[in-house]
């Protein structure tokens, strides 16, 4: 029992890295980012490559994959996205699926179709007690919960985190003020990619890597999103450790039926609240 | 219309006042003919094929193009057909037309039940959640429910003949398929013609003000779910008859940017426009893949150019041409007329 609430811990982590992206652009550029998949997907695949190329060191492989979403999750945003501000909808989301279709096409094209293999970076187990933890699954909770005070001083102390917040109230007051937005939601969106990036790089070594992963963890971060509220940074925390537990705790009992707990639970959630979008 | 809603045909005054029903014998006409000259030239099976996703992609054009909901998850009813006929089939009793029955009703059911959750969204939210419940089907029929559906492999079906429909025959098959596809069609048009069709897209432009007027808009939604996903199921049982096989990739999610991309090209919010969008959809889909090995690429880099530049689709694009022509011919009897009276 003991390690499916640390399991839960993991996945609710993994979740919540991913989510944070989802809900920030929704929340201040209304936009459902369906290409954070694919982010995702090349932090996993470039941290493959960068492993095999410093001969199965972590560390620097992982930091480098991340830097490399970073101008990918550029290029997205200025060439596809910011043309489609104030559109509807709909639009936003086909043609940001439309990149995903593209990407993943990339990564089977430069990687091949084949599942890869990865390993646990950090092998050595963690006795504690009569319990053995292995110190991956621990490392990833603790970077997560780091991460969430780091956010909240980003959002609370500094100018930039400061104008994103005021910009999920009110996007036109803060425009009114002379700030320049839409600089802003780039930060944003890069940051929530960059995430996204950290989360694929993390949960890379403990699950399997094929070019259509993306699409089963975005369902689940959506599912995250929606339960905590879309933009609501704190809700998004919560509901991700959350649906992360009853998916661990699913999955002990009946190991197929994990994911779809999480949609039920969503769908839940849903008859009893409503949808602010 | 608000600026940022997709296009599709304005409600005219003239249709508000008078909401008459036209006759759409002709169109019917029309349609066959054009099948009919398809299966001339490709075989009648692939025709077939063209078809039953026509019918598809026009029950997806009602929740898309007329009421302005963008579905990421409409082959869950198509994989609910063909799974309920298909099961029907193998498990009791072999008639095609009952088990065409059974699909379509559990369709409908299912259309009714995630319809009540579903459409209080709008939007990607409405998408996504569709994709989720897609996602959970096509996963239910994959393990779960291994026993009965015998999982990935699939399950082969046999159906008997019924007076003149003989599942097993492809001529039989086609003239049935092509049937259907035009009662579908004439419903559509029936229905998005009626004062009922006016209600969901003015829905679809703003459903503030509707809610305003006094109706209750979530019934209406709900309704319009439920008669697309039954529609769709339909497609599906039909699916199941042709290939006579089931599997889980009937409702793989990710077949549905297909039908996205058939209503885009076709011209959303247009009959007609479903049905080209659908037959250019499976002739690129049929033959392309033949010639360009990079299929998905295609697809994503198309759909790019339909968002940023051709957001009309063909059929809207010939209705546009239809009308400037129109305007061009009026201008020099207006100019003529003008010229007599002096």
């Not at chain 2, 503030?208 to 006094?214: A, D, N, W, Y």
Request: aromatic share 14%; proline share 3%.
């Amino acid at each position: 029992m003991t390690l499916t609430i640390l399991y839960g811990f993991t996945i609710g982590a993994i979740l919540y890295f991913i989510s944070i992206g989802l809900s920030l652009t929704f929340g201040t550029m209304r936009v459902i980012n369906f290409a954070h998949t694919l982010t995702y997907c090349i932090g996993v695949y470039m941290l493959i490559t960068f492993i095999s190329l410093f001969k199965g060191n972590f560390l620097p492989s992982a930091i480098l994959a991340i830097l490399v979403v970073i101008p990918i999750s550029y290029l997205i945003e200025r060439f596809i996205i910011r043309r489609l501000y104030g559109e509807s909808l709909d639009y936003t989301f086909i043609a940001t699926f439309a990149i995903t279709l593209i990407g993943v096409d990339s990564i089977k094209w430069i990687w091949g179709v084949n599942p890869l293999p990865l390993s646990d970076p950090i092998g050595t187990q963690l006795n504690l007690w009569d319990f053995t933890f292995p110190v991956y699954r621990v490392m990833i909770v603790a970077i997560a919960i780091v991460l969430f005070f780091a956010l909240e001083l980003f959002f609370k102390k500094t100018i930039v985190g400061k104008i994103v917040v005021a910009a999920l109230e009110d996007k036109d007051g803060v425009r009114c003020l002379g700030v320049k937005v839409e600089r802003h939601f780039l930060i944003v969106f890069i940051l929530g990619s960059a995430l996204a990036g950290l989360g694929g790089v993390l949960y890379a070594p403990i699950s399997s890597v094929h070019p259509y992963m993306g699409l089963g963890i975005l369902l689940l971060c959506f599912a995250v999103v929606i339960v905590g509220g879309m933009g609501n940074l704190r809700g998004t925390f919560v509901s991700a450790f959350s649906l992360g537990m009853v998916m661990a705790i699913t999955a002990r009992y009946w190991s197929q039926g994990a994911e779809v707990m999480v949609f039920i639970v969503m769908a839940v959630v849903l008859m009893f609240r409503p949808i602010d979008i | 219309m608000k600026p940022g809603t997709a296009p599709g045909p304005l409600i005219t005054a003239e249709e508000t006042s008078h909401p008459k029903p036209r006759l759409a014998g002709f169109d019917v006409l029309i349609i066959a003919g054009a099948f009919l000259l398809l299966a001339a030239i490709f075989s009648t099976h692939r025709v077939t094929d063209f078809m039953i996703f026509c019918i598809f992609a026009m029950s997806f054009d009602l929740i898309y193009g007329y009421m302005g909901r963008l579905s990421f998850g409409h082959l869950l009813f198509l994989g609910t057909g063909a799974y309920g006929s298909g099961l029907f089939l193998k498990y009791f009793y072999g008639n095609p037309l009952l088990a065409m029955l059974v699909g379509i009703a559990a369709a409908a059911l299912l259309g009714m039940l995630i319809g009540a959750i579903v459409v209080r969204a709008t939007g990607a939210c409405f998408a996504l959640m569709n994709l989720a419940f897609n996602y959970i089907g096509f996963f239910l029929v994959l393990s779960p429910l291994r026993g009965i559906t015998n999982g990935e492999d699939g399950f082969g079906i046999h159906a008997l003949s019924v007076g003149f429909f003989n599942p097993a025959s492809k001529i039989s098959m086609f003239l049935f398929v092509l049937l259907c596809l035009l009662l579908v069609f004439y419903l559509l048009k029936r229905l998005t013609s009626s004062p009922y069709g006016i209600m969901i897209r003015s829905i679809k432009e703003d459903e503030t003000r509707v809610k305003f007027l006094g109706y209750n808009t979530y019934f209406y939604k709900w309704l319009t779910f439920v008669i697309a996903g039954s529609m769709a199921g339909l497609a599906g049982t039909l699916t199941a008859l042709n290939y006579k096989y089931v599997n889980p990739n009937v409702m793989d999610v990710h077949g549905n940017v297909g039908v996205v991309f058939a209503c885009l090209i076709g011209g959303a919010g247009r009959l007609y426009g479903s049905i080209v969008g659908g037959v250019v959809y499976m002739l690129i889909s049929n033959f392309l893949p033949i010639y360009i090995h990079r299929w998905e690429m295609f697809l994503g880099i198309s759909l790019l150019i339909i968002v940023f530049k051709f957001r009309k689709g063909i059929w809207g694009y010939i209705q546009e041409m239809e009308e400037v022509r129109k305007r061009q011919k009026v201008v020099p009897e207006i100019a003529g007329k003008g010229v007599a009276q002096r």
